[in-house]
């Protein structure tokens, strides 16, 4: 399993970016797909996560409602798209696939992808 991500960038606080992972040398229907990041100084954290099916959901508290998690089955992407950003959204963002439901912890995630820098300014 290969996944690229990219999107990250710099932002004013109250904008918007959407990330994107591709993801290839599988058939994801099994799979979860799901979003870290690592903040300045602190652990890799648990964002958000999709059932490939599309059918569950699961976002952390601190980002639920501005942020969403999404697919384009044909293209094998997986999406993030950040609304309202905050200064605190500030990190590396990952993305990540088990197969199986979804999960929060790190260590469930055997494959994952490059870390895209996301800069948000106050």
């Known amino acids: 399993v290969q996944l690229q991500a990219c999107g990250g960038g710099l932002v004013q606080a109250g904008g918007f970016l959407r990330l994107s992972c591709a993801a290839s040398g599988r058939t994801f229907s099994s799979y979860t797909m799901a979003w870290f990041r690592r903040p300045p100084g602190t652990e890799r954290e648990f964002v958000g996560a999709?059932?490939?099916?599309?059918?569950?959901?699961s976002y952390a508290d601190s980002v639920r409602g501005r942020f969403t998690i999404s697919r384009d089955i044909a293209k094998n992407t997986v999406f993030l798209q950040m609304n309202s950003l905050k200064s605190e959204d500030t990190a590396v963002y990952y993305c990540a696939a088990r197969e199986g439901g979804i999960r929060r912890d790190i260590e469930e995630y055997p494959y994952w992808g490059q870390g895209t820098q996301v800069t948000v300014s106050s």
């Open positions: 999709l059932v490939w099916s599309g059918r569950y959901t």
